[in-house]
């Protein structure tokens, strides 16, 4: 986070709870221009995992009881950071288990983060990801870093891991296969881990009931959405999209189809479906690739009744963690203004 | 006779193109979506990506075909062809340089643009060393020298792409594709291969007179330095715009020479259109095949030209050994 260079030193945490009037409901939204989140500049991390527990509709309607909950979890954390000498050092390779790092760990107790932690269409958080120094997942640099934990997703680098352990490193590995329901899970695991049991429990907790506020709002109009990344390729039965695009209220079209995890689907079978929205991703702006063409297809542009877009916020489905919150209400307004619950309209 | 077969064989050919595909489309609203409108998923499905699938695959096959039977007779050499001597490889290794390294933005605009100047530059190559030693090796030499530095330049500038994507994307480059190809691909390619195409008959006259030897063609006043401008800018234009929008498909000009050969004259000119003619339809025939020899997941046609031509030049190499040496 830039201007906020307490974060760094550790001074931080005395910094007066008077910061905290600052966010105003305006800082606290998302915008979907830039697909950037404008944070309430220097807030505790608790407050960052508020911010996004709340999300848009959070900070108009409920924006007396979060300030109240953050200067909570504020003083929280004063009493903790005491001990914060005593809490194990933490390494992160992968760039899921950076960003549940980055919820629940103290500044200090970070070693160092995956390099993609920055990389804005993977990591929700790569913002304040920014200071932190990075590694590229590579064994050598555990040896220099010598944390006391090193966490690293199960997808991945399975030579680097079973080196590690052969060398009496503790390496705990984090499943890449999600759902909305296993997020908190694995929000308490990774809090245990880093000695932020309190701190984890309040997130996940905060994250489970946004989850069933969502999910109540489900309603038999249930219209068919589908996830069409680069190339052409649709998160099918078993990816965290899935989850998202089901708790949502929308049924996935690709798992209609008896697509799962992620496949390829012809551009004609999406056509000739004709789903009522399609989720593209963004392109990234400055490396371009033909694999990102495929949302500009004329084809996709002619179908009439079809909603296209981005529609989740950028990063917000691609790890499990509480952010993923904000890819289930996005989708969940959009199936609220294209398909009324209401059985008179 | 030939010509009109051939033809034929495109015109059929096109039409079964336009009838393949993953979506489950009959034949009534396949040719009432492609003419008349009607339903709107069968119109999207054969305006938008049907029709400019099989256009392409017609003329980026006339392109490779053409292109293929003018290098073989500029160079008196029955192994020249676009794939094979490094000019596709330098297509897709230009179009490639100029897009990913985001200096166009991400333009289309910037592929062709790319891959003209490559395919241009490597013909250049080709010519000069092809001038300085005529033997049928030098040049097959020299190509695959270029097609292996062009292929390996391409995988690092897409190894070195910060999007993930790019990486996926060197099989594209090597191994062409048409999959998902729209009709803005379409309206960028088709009038840069027609220019191409223009020039490179244009040279049919001095390839028929090459055919007697240099010094006999200049003595029939051929000007031979005119003729390999012709030949420079219209492979480039035609094999550089076809690679721009479909990657790198190779063997299309080996094999359609010599497989219409034996039904000409044998004279360079007269294979001129039948060669076109006949790559469109092996082309048209290749890529209907990708889609239907695995049905759950499309190949890349260049795989599947690669399958037919690489045996094809093997033999022609054998047969070739025994007459030079």
């Known amino acids: 986070m830039r201007g906020c260079p307490a974060d760094m030193d550790g001074r931080r945490p005395t910094a007066p709870p008077s910061v905290l009037p600052d966010i105003s409901p305006a800082r606290g939204e998302i915008t979907h221009a830039d697909d950037e989140i404008n944070l309430p500049p220097c807030g505790g991390s608790e407050g960052r995992a508020e911010t996004r527990g709340s999300g848009q509709g959070g900070w108009q309607g409920r924006g007396g009881r979060r300030r109240a909950l953050l200067s909570a979890v504020f003083v929280s954390t004063l009493s903790t950071t005491a001990h914060a000498a005593d809490l194990p050092r933490i390494m992160s390779m992968n760039v899921c288990t950076d960003q549940l790092v980055l919820l629940l760990a103290e500044p200090d107790q970070i070693a160092s983060l995956s390099d993609l932690s920055l990389d804005p269409s993977l990591s929700f958080l790569h913002t304040d990801a920014a200071p932190y120094p990075k590694n590229s997942g590579r064994a050598e640099e555990v040896f220099l870093a010598k944390p006391d934990l090193v966490v690293t997703g199960t997808f991945s680098l399975h030579n680097t891991t079973s080196l590690l352990e052969t060398l009496d490193f503790a390496v705990e590995e984090f499943a890449y296969n999600q759902s909305v329901d296993t997020i908190p899970g694995e929000i308490r695991r990774m809090g245990a881990l880093v000695g932020q049991d309190a701190k984890a429990e309040d997130i996940a907790s905060t994250y489970e009931r946004d989850l069933a506020d969502l999910r109540a709002r489900q309603c038999p109009a249930k219209p068919t959405a589908i996830a069409y990344e ?14 998202v695009i089901d708790a949502a209220g929308l049924t996935n079209l690709a798992t209609e189809l008896g697509y799962s995890a992620m496949t390829p689907l012809p551009l004609e079978e999406l056509v ?45 489905w691609a790890c499990g963690g509480p952010f993923v919150i904000e890819a289930v209400r996005a989708l969940t307004e959009l199936r609220e203004e294209i398909a009324s619950c209401d059985p008179a309209r | 006779m030939l010509n009109a077969i051939l033809g034929l064989a495109c015109l059929v050919l096109t039409a079964v193109s ?58 008196r050499n029955p192994l020249a062809e676009p794939g094979l001597i490094g000019v596709t490889s330098s297509a897709s290794f230009g179009a490639v340089a100029i897009f990913y390294t985001g200096l166009a933005g991400a333009s289309l605009y910037a592929l062709p643009a790319g ?38 330049l391409t995988s690092l500038v897409l190894n070195l792409s910060p999007n993930p994507f790019a990486s996926y994307e060197i099989i594209f480059w090597l191994l062409g594709s048409l999959r998902d190809r729209s009709m803005s691909h379409v309206w960028l390619a088709l009038p840069l291969m027609a220019l191409g195409w223009l020039l490179l008959a244009a040279s049919a006259r001095a390839l028929d007179a090459l055919s007697l030897g240099e010094e006999a063609a200049s003595s029939l006043g051929i000007r031979l330095s005119a003729t390999r401008l012709l030949v420079v800018l219209g492979t480039a234009l ?4 076809g690679t721009a929008v479909a990657g ?41 095949a990708a889609r239907l020899v695995v049905p759950t997941r499309e190949l890349n046609v260049g795989v599947l030209t690669a399958l037919i031509g690489a045996p094809f030049f093997l033999w022609l190499v054998v047969r070739a050994r025994r007459e030079l040496f």
């Open chain 1, 230 to 243: 680069q190339n052409g390729v649709v998160l099918g039965q078993g990816t965290l999209a899935d989850s």
């Open chain 2, 115 to 152: 891959a003209l100047a490559g395919a241009a530059l490597s013909v250049v190559l080709l010519l000069a060393i092809a001038a300085r030693n005529g033997a049928t090796l030098t040049l097959i030499l020299a190509g695959v020298a270029l097609t292996s530095l062009t292929g390996a």
């Open chain 2, 248 to 288: 790198a498909i190779g063997f299309i000009g080996l094999v359609v020479p010599h497989l219409v050969r034996p039904f000409t004259d044998r004279l360079p000119s007269s294979l001129l259109v039948p060669s076109a003619l006949g790559g469109g339809a092996l082309l048209l025939a290749a890529d209907i």
């Open chain 2, 18 to 75: 336009l009838l393949v595909g993953p979506a489950d489309l009959d034949l009534r609203s396949s040719v009432s979506g492609l003419f008349a409108g009607g339903d709107e998923a069968a119109m999207i499905i054969m305006q938008e990506i049907r029709l400019p699938r099989a256009l392409l695959a017609l003329t980026i096959g006339i392109s490779l075909g053409l292109a293929g039977a003018v290098l073989q007779g500029l160079l």
């Open chain 1, 272 to 316: 000739s479906h004709q789903p009522d929205i399609v989720i593209v991703s963004e392109p990234m702006a400055d490396a371009p690739a033909l694999a990102d063409q495929i949302a500009h297809h004329p084809a996709l542009r002619a179908l009439q009744t079809a909603r296209i877009g981005a529609f989740v916020p950028r990063g917000a």
């Open chain 2, 238 to 241: 035609a094999v550089g715009a």
